[in-house]
């Protein structure tokens, strides 16, 4: 995670007393405080999420009148979200710019001062389990949830694209996918540009992004298009946010610690298979139909295709 060593009750879902820092990313914890926001104070969060995190690294009049608030509202919003004052809150901010630029060389060298043991292995294993445990608390149900309704509309087209590390996530639940429901395409960026990956997508179609830091410029620019012509835009990430949430309606976040200098996708590759176990529930019969027919189909047989209710969603 961005700060370490914070206690357990300055995390996301737990009181934040005003003698500690936040121990979630700001934008994750905007997230997770937004019910107990004032209007006012809404208007910050969208400005801030919207210019995240460049807006929250300006004056606080600059920063109020990006939304056209004052100042005072500035310092409640703060308040609300577990900060002592503004220059905490920019110094957790700061923090967060340095670990979202921050390179796998840098990384390397943080990680070989912190190894916790003299295996390797069991260095790796620790740490995917705390992963694990972490993005209990990071992912949010509500958004979860939300996803496995989209993708239950059959009438909803789906776009799923990745990066250059993040694709095989990408390739995995395309695939996966692709089982249990009709309209499922996968982006590959080596053949396709953000134009002909968009061009048969209509609003209220579906599109699925895997953006993890260093964040990739061609994938925060399909999700833009994508949300300007209608599409809903899922985002997985890692608890530094990727530009791409600006646009996303659902953010479904995993921690991403590591032994070594590159982040891990253990907790992503759990939450994948999680949100496809909750879609067979989901889908019921109708994804089980349809595995059948694909299960004849390599057998050379021949089943009738169910019809499909029309309409967009």
């Given at each position: 995670m961005a700060v370490k060593n914070v206690p357990k009750e300055a995390r996301i879902g737990n009181p934040v007393t005003n003698d500690t820092a936040a121990g979630a990313p700001v934008g994750e914890l905007v997230r997770s405080r937004s019910a107990s926001l004032s209007p006012a104070e809404r208007k910050l969060a969208r400005v801030l999420l919207a210019s995240y995190p460049i807006a929250g690294?300006?004056?606080?009049?600059?920063?109020?009148?990006?939304?056209?608030?004052?100042?005072?509202?500035?310092?409640?919003?703060?308040?609300?979200?577990?900060?002592?004052?503004?220059?905490?809150?920019?110094?957790?901010?700061?923090?967060?710019?340095?670990?979202?630029?921050?390179?796998?060389?840098?990384?390397?060298?943080?990680?070989?001062?912190?190894?916790?043991?003299?295996s390797v292995l069991a260095d790796a294993l620790e740490v995917a389990r705390a992963n694990l445990q972490e993005t209990l608390e990071l992912l949010s149900q509500r958004d979860f949830e939300?996803?496995?309704?989209?993708?239950?509309?059959?009438?909803?087209?789906?776009?799923?694209?990745?990066?250059?590390?993040?694709?095989?996530?990408?390739?995995?639940?395309?695939?996966?996918?692709?089982?249990?429901?009709?309209?499922?395409?996968?982006?590959?960026?080596?053949?396709?540009?953000?134009?002909?990956?968009?061009?048969?997508?209509?609003?209220?179609?579906?599109?699925?992004?895997?953006?993890?830091r260093r964040y990739q410029a061609d994938t925060i620019e399909i999700s833009r298009l994508a949300a300007a012509q209608g599409c809903a835009v899922v985002l997985f990430t890692d608890p530094w946010l990727s530009p791409a949430s600006k646009w996303a309606s659902q953010v479904l976040v995993t921690s991403v610690e590591t032994v070594g200098p590159f982040d891990s996708l253990v907790a992503a590759t759990a939450a994948v298979e999680a949100l496809v176990a909750a879609l067979v529930v989901r889908l019921g019969q109708r994804a089980h139909g349809r595995m059948q027919r694909l299960e004849a189909l390599r057998a050379g047989a021949v089943l009738a295709e169910p019809e499909l209710s029309s309409g967009g969603p």
């Open positions: 690294l300006e004056s606080v009049a600059r920063f109020a009148g990006r939304a056209g608030v004052s100042p005072p509202t500035v310092t409640r919003f703060i308040g609300k979200l577990g900060f002592r004052g503004y220059p905490q809150f920019q110094e957790v901010l700061r923090g967060e710019v340095q670990e979202r630029l921050s390179s796998p060389l840098v990384r390397y060298r943080d990680e070989r001062r912190r190894r916790r043991s003299d939300e996803v496995v309704d989209l993708l239950s509309d059959p009438r909803r087209r789906v776009l799923v694209i990745g990066g250059r590390v993040s694709g095989q996530l990408a390739r995995y639940l395309g695939g996966q996918l692709h089982l249990l429901r009709p309209g499922i395409s996968l982006f590959d960026a080596e053949r396709s540009t953000p134009a002909e990956a968009l061009v048969d997508l209509r609003r209220g179609d579906l599109l699925l992004v895997f953006d993890y």
